[in-house]
């Protein structure tokens, strides 16, 4: 019901940037969103979610350097990677949930789950000091 694909990863020096893309296809009237990151012998990270509702919410670890937005007449969701750090390197991952029809998923609930039905296959990420 939803195939996601991310694109942009690359290499990069730390303090540059980089943006992620997520082109999503779904056939659902809304969709909770998020973006995650895994590096090796890690657990995932949840860094930025997206509510139905059209809230978000940041992990600490990218707060105030990395934005997120949904174009959603376009089915792209962005990341955008600012003053990047050596730990930011990573697989990152674009992920989607089908809320219940009569509900909204807001970025609140979101934040912390890692439990998300549908993934892109990812894009590695390297920033070098």
């Known amino acids: 019901q939803v195939h996601l694909v991310e694109s942009g990863g690359g290499s990069v020096q730390a303090g540059g940037s980089l943006r992620l893309s997520c082109v999503i296809e779904?056939?659902?009237?809304?969709?909770?969103l998020g973006w995650f990151r895994q590096s090796p012998g890690e657990e995932r990270e949840g860094i930025v979610v997206?509510?139905?509702?059209?809230?978000?919410a940041y992990a600490d670890s990218v707060k105030g350097r990395f934005t997120v937005s949904h174009d959603s007449t376009k089915s792209i969701m962005y990341l955008q990677m600012n003053s990047v750090k050596p730990e930011d390197s990573a697989m990152y991952y674009c992920?989607?949930?089908?809320?219940?029809?009569?509900?909204?998923?807001?970025?609140?609930?979101?934040?912390?789950?890692?439990?998300?039905?549908?993934w892109g296959q990812g894009t590695q990420v390297t920033v070098s000091s």
């Open positions: 992920a989607a949930d089908i809320p219940h029809p009569l509900l909204h998923c807001s970025a609140s609930d979101l934040m912390g789950r890692t439990d998300f039905d549908y």
């Open positions: 997206i509510g139905s509702d059209d809230t978000t």
């Open positions: 779904y056939i659902a009237t809304k969709l909770c």
